[in-house]
């Protein structure tokens, strides 16, 4: 008995240091077009255990409301949620932004045009996002997003993109 619990030792010993090694060497890479202002961004949001302040700055910027400027704070969970389906779904295409950031004003108009657009829309929060993904379909995109439970994920299939949140998990 104590030779197989020197083995087991043994065997958790060898794989406990390359298990560190993998989560310090984590990176987290994502690349947008954004369709209104035709700008590209590659970035790698996460590295070494933790987001990076300075591309998390570089999204906050890129991600703004592009019909006011205005910027807020992203929710880098909702990064986080881009990534996963990624990997979940063996993508290495290029999320396409349709909407991030909405400022108060923006939201209101665009309200004011479509019943789609909620009073208290998760985009006002930083917390939502629609997109598109170069190469997958936009109801596998929603499909892979449901699976994860991760928050709320709308389909609209005739605007051809997908809106994931970070907010309770719901689908419509």
């Known amino acids: ?18 298990a560190t090694t993998v989560s310090k060497t984590d990176e987290r890479q994502l690349s947008f077009y954004h369709t209104h202002t035709s700008e590209s961004l590659t970035v790698t949001y996460y590295r070494e255990g933790g987001y990076v302040p300075s591309a998390l700055a570089e999204l906050n910027h890129f991600l703004r409301d592009f019909r006011t400027d205005d910027a807020v704070d992203m929710d880098p969970a909702v990064f986080d949620i881009l990534y996963e389906i990624q990997v979940e779904s063996g993508s290495v295409g ?33 917390r939502a996002i629609d997109v598109r993904l170069t190469d997958l379909d936009t109801a596998e995109l929603r499909d892979v997003a449901l699976s994860l439970q ?19 998990v719901r689908q419509w």
């Open 1 to 18: 008995m104590r030779k197989h619990w020197n083995t087991l030792l043994i065997v958790v010993l060898a794989i406990v240091p390359v």
């Open 94 to 126: 290029t999320y396409q932004i349709i909407s991030a950031y909405r400022s108060p004003a923006t939201n209101e108009m665009l309200r004011g045009n479509s019943n789609g657009v909620a009073k208290n829309s998760q985009h006002l929060l930083g």
């Open 150 to 168: 991760r928050g709320g994920v709308g389909y609209y299939s005739k605007s051809d993109f997908v809106h994931v949140d970070t907010g309770r």
